[in-house]
């Protein structure tokens, strides 16, 4: 059996040394950023373990820098700006090709960075989901962000619009969500 946060039944993780607190607001856009207004990208690649709270991530950066890491995340059961607990670990090349050999339901995504915010332009049956993200450090910060006017709607307590969701999610369902949303992407 798991829990809501997709792992095991009963497992708690607690903020310390290696979890940190979470803060994000999550917001859906029409269309993606003009190339203008970003100020870096990289293509991203999440494969979600089955059974567990864990992703492994390669992101992808133009200059050919590639990030890997293992990342954990345990969502809180309540709404609001605090996602829940986050513990990050860097891999090297070797640790990632081992990870990666577990079996794994992939997600892409680029990542445009257009401060301040993250915007994720999806690939794939997620094509046309255009979701960006503001990280705060305290709660008084996220509570006073004023989103940018290309947001939409916000989304940050909408479980449907979260990576363990969307791996799940059929294009059809993707593209009423959005209209229920307003948005029609185009060549839909």
């Not at 946060?5 to 979470?22: H, K, S």
């Not at 401060?115 to 450090?137: C, I, K, S, W």
Request: glycine share 8%; charged share 25%; net charge positive.
């Amino acid at each position: 059996m798991t829990d809501k946060a997709g792992g095991p039944e009963g497992d708690a993780v607690r903020p310390g040394r290696y979890a940190r607190v979470e803060r994000e607001r999550r917001f859906l856009l029409a269309e993606p950023p003009l190339p203008s207004s970003v100020t870096a990208s990289r293509v991203i690649t999440d494969r979600y373990l089955p059974g567990t709270r864990l992703r492994l991530r390669r992101a992808e950066f133009r200059d050919g820098r590639c990030e890997l890491k293992l990342t954990q995340k345990v969502p809180l059961p309540r709404p609001g700006s605090v996602q829940g607990l986050i513990t990050n670990t860097y891999l090297s090349p070797a640790e990632y090709e081992l990870l990666a050999s577990l079996p794994a339901t992939l997600l892409s995504k680029t990542r445009l960075s257009v401060p301040p915010l993250g915007v994720d332009v999806f690939d794939g049956r997620l094509q046309g989901l255009v979701l960006a993200e503001a990280e705060f450090t305290t709660d008084e910060e996220a509570q006073s962000f004023v989103p940018p006017p290309a947001c939409v709607a916000e989304v940050t307590d909408d479980a449907r619009f979260t990576g363990g969701r969307l791996l799940k999610t059929s294009r059809r369902e993707l593209l009423g969500w959005l209209a229920a949303y307003g948005i029609h992407p185009a060549g839909c």
